[in-house]
């Protein structure tokens, strides 16, 4: 690959880089204090997310010490359970609160087995190859013996599971996914579902470089790509790329799918050629697309009955798709709704109807828009990671059923095909993520958590997650550690500097893993040592080390790299761009016999006989359009005739740094404000700035009112992030600060993926005229600042 880029002759040693998931940024410290983060010299847009650091590494929201629950404390694994969330806590010294949470790891795995302990982590933790909590948390626990742990993921739960079945598996479409480099050389119509918003761009899972994705639209814009916005949100398309905007009624995208199909199947548009040559089961899907199967052809005036959009504004995007050359693109949130599975497999199924898929700039998309990532033009970078080994447990369930396993242990669901059992989990080890804002239902999940005897956490500050927990291990903050961050997306890799020291008496999660196991005997049995395994005798240097050693040797042109410390040095390393703009699926396309897909034909299965074989409910082997239980056209929307949709957040990464400026900065009245079209807020005497309650049968939150005519009339917007602040005192199914997670809905996609369904949600809404109550969620708890002795366990 070459030697990558080195620094302009004579550039003047640059202040050391602190790298996350939403960017780098160069530490202005002062006196040896982090004052400030700027955005890293070259890169175009740089996110604001990251400056709130510095504000937020101290201050009430930080946890200084380890933590114990009053009750807890007092009763242990006995104790009311249903006092989290509202009980104080006791501060401790380390080797008490490390001996307390010893033990019960100890007393559960010995009464009840691995299998008893939920393994809670949630990627966004951290974005270096080490300090990756999720990665730690593996590590120590299959050494402990496993543990029941999640699988897939809250973003795309659903298409994880269904395109291994249809054109092959997630990750590795992702690594060779199409860049924006090869939309904008074929000069594509880009169609896409669920918009292109411009804030999801700020981040990306395993660190971002530089901030490119927004650089690259316009530049495919400006080569004569064109764009089209499917979406009940007019701003999910930035407006500089002049999309049309085609306001579809949220949740039937696959309806519409369905409607070009069929256009494009009535007026022989069809690509039959690739259809034969690298598809299957084409002939059992036809019959559902025409009617014969059901009596109602999937035509345009069908799909515009379901849709709300015009039927000759369906026919006309199919013709305009026929013309080519053309992509589909599918975000990630759309995957997120009740029967999510059939929108990836439809879009996979169009893109085959219009022949483009392995063509420069044609066929379909997963997530362009999703992640700055997605679309990046990248080499390959397999960066070395900390081992975890392998979970001797084998117990696991999908990650949005946490609410299920906990209130229903023993009970059978279905999962890929297969029967599966959810575990009777005692106890609860979660580092990494928030659970109280990325789950549904929140009211729900409260009660459920309420059934496992013991929950221990590593926090760095006082979040839902904390508050609910009984131990609480305070953990650093990326600026408070070195790192190396890197991901398979992106084109450099950075050295992450500790530029502060760790607030009170935080410790690392390696350090915090490497105290447990002195305690603890490995899962094994053999013998002790236990922590000598987990660290392997290496120190937070000594890993980093191994770790950039092993990456130069497994990249390609790695041994051209700096040593070790050369790349501290210097912060950073790129690589070359890929030799040609990437484009997925290019060699089956070329080759559809000499480089087969891992599907079990080897070509893109339209129809499945594997998933025929599932009998998940009223779901066939191909693609179908069922209608979701909440949506426009249901009966339920008499009571509740808002659809809710609630996205990501523009000033803060899913809830992390809820409590710093920029995300207190788009707050409104110390809340997260709502978006109605002003239509809907007329009928409901709401005016902009207006303090609202949107509520539904799950629950209620306050929000305040932004009217704006880019959102479509019956929907209403609220992003997820806002740390849960229920009503304690009031009304404990209302949220004071605007989580719309209290109303989201906590069913499955279907039994396919079970993944989680948030974006199948209807509520009202309503002028708010009661007293208003005070805002507590950056407070914190009611804190005992002395040592304690723990009580009975």
Not at 698 to 724: E, F, K, N, Q, Y
Request: hydrophobic content about 40%; proline content about 8%; some cysteine.
């Amino acid at each position: 690959m070459g030697r990558p880029a080195e620094a302009p002759a004579g550039m003047p040693e640059q202040d050391p880089l602190v790298a996350m998931h939403w960017g780098a940024y160069r530490a202005e410290r002062e006196g040896g204090r982090l004052v400030s983060l700027r955005g890293m010299e070259d890169d175009p847009e740089p996110s604001p997310i990251g400056q709130s650091i510095a504000g937020t590494l101290s201050g009430p929201c930080r946890i200084r010490g380890p933590m114990i629950r009053r009750g807890f404390l007092e009763q242990g694994h006995r104790s009311d359970t249903a006092r989290r969330g509202a009980d104080s806590f006791v501060e401790t010294g380390w080797d008490e609160a490390l001996d307390l949470a010893a033990a019960e790891l100890e007393r559960v795995r010995s009464e009840h087995g691995n299998a008893a302990i939920y393994s809670g982590s949630y990627g966004w933790a951290s974005a270096g190859r080490f300090h990756h909590a999720k990665s730690q948390l593996r590590r120590f626990m299959n050494m402990f013996g496993g543990s029941t742990v999640s699988v897939n993921t809250y973003s795309c739960s659903s298409a994880e599971v269904i395109l291994p079945h249809v054109v092959g598996p997630f990750m590795p479409l992702l690594a060779e996914h199409t860049s924006w480099e090869a939309v904008a050389e074929a000069g594509s119509l880009v169609v896409a579902f669920g918009g292109l918003a411009r804030r999801n761009g700020q981040v990306n899972a395993g660190g971002v470089g530089r901030h490119v994705q927004h650089a690259a639209m316009m530049r495919a814009r400006r080569a004569g790509a064109r764009f089209v916005n499917v979406s009940p949100i007019r701003s999910d398309a930035d407006p500089e790329l002049g999309a049309d905007w085609l306001p579809v009624r949220p949740g039937t995208d696959v309806a519409l799918m369905l409607g070009l199909a069929h256009e494009l199947l009535r007026e022989g548009h069809h690509d039959r050629a690739f259809l034969e040559s690298h598809c299957t089961g084409f002939a059992e899907f036809l019959p559902y697309l025409e009617g014969a199967a059901d009596g109602q052809p999937k035509d345009a005036a069908w799909a515009a009955e379901i849709t709300g959009l015009p039927a000759a504004a369906i026919a006309d995007l199919a013709r305009r798709l026929a013309q080519g050359p053309a992509i589909l693109n599918a975000s990630w949130s759309l995957t997120r709704q009740q029967n999510g599975e059939q929108i990836y497999w439809m879009l996979v199924v169009l893109a085959a109807m219009l022949g483009g898929i392995g063509r420069p700039g044609e066929g379909f998309a997963l997530g362009l828009g999703a992640v700055n990532g997605v679309g990046n033009a990248f080499s390959p970078l397999p960066l070395a990671a900390l081992p975890m080994g392998g979970d001797p447990c084998g117990s696991f369930i999908p990650v949005a059923r946490i609410s299920d396993m906990l209130l229903s242990p023993g009970a059978a669901y279905r999962y890929d095909g297969q029967t599966r059992h959810y575990p009777e989990v005692r106890l609860i080890y979660w580092a990494g993520g928030n659970v109280f804002h990325h789950h549904q239902d929140l009211n729900r999940l409260r009660r459920a958590w309420q059934r496992a005897g013991t929950v221990i956490v590593h926090e760095p500050f006082w979040t839902p997650m904390a508050r609910h927990a009984d131990i609480v291990l305070p953990s650093t903050l990326p600026a408070e550690r070195s790192d190396i961050v890197g991901t398979f997306n992106e084109s450099r890799v950075m050295f992450s500097s500790q530029v502060a020291a760790p607030h009170g008496q935080t410790r690392n999660d390696h350090d915090i893993f490497a105290g447990l196991a002195a305690r603890l005997r490995p899962g094994d049995g053999n013998g002790t040592g236990f922590a000598e395994r987990f660290t392997e005798g290496l120190d937070e240097a000594g890993w980093l080390r191994r770790l950039y050693e092993a990456s130069r040797e497994a990249v390609p042109g790695g041994a051209d790299w700096p040593d070790f410390a050369a790349f501290c040095a210097k912060g950073h390393l790129d690589l070359p761009p890929p030799e040609r703009p990437q484009t997925m699926l290019a060699a089956f396309r070329a080759d559809p016999a000499g480089a087969p897909l891992p599907t079990p034909s080897g070509r893109i299965e339209i129809f499945s006989a594997a998933v025929a074989a599932f009998g998940a409910g009223d779901l066939p082997g191909h693609p179908v359009w069922r209608a979701p239980r909440e949506w426009l056209g249901s009966a339920l929307s008499a009571a509740l005739p808002l659809h809710l949709i609630s996205h990501q957040p523009e000033g803060r990464l899913h809830s992390q740094l809820d409590h710093g400026a920029t995300s207190l900065a788009g707050k409104r009245r110390g809340r997260e404000p709502c978006r109605l079209n002003p239509g809907d807020a007329a009928e409901r005497g709401i005016s902009e700035g207006d303090m609202v309650r949107v509520f539904n049968h799950r629950g209620a939150c306050l929000s305040v009112a932004r009217l704006s005519r880019d959102i479509r009339r019956g929907v209403i917007s609220l992003p997820t992030g806002a740390w849960h602040d229920p009503d304690l005192d009031g009304d404990p199914a209302l949220c004071r600060h605007g989580n719309p997670n209290v109303l989201t809905s906590d069913l499955p996609t279907s039994e396919i993926a079970q993944g989680p369904a948030a974006m199948t949600c209807l509520v009202e809404a309503e002028l708010f005229t009661g007293p208003v109550p005070e805002v507590m969620a950056h407070r914190p708890p009611e804190i005992e600042r002395r040592k304690a002795a723990p009580g009975p366990v």
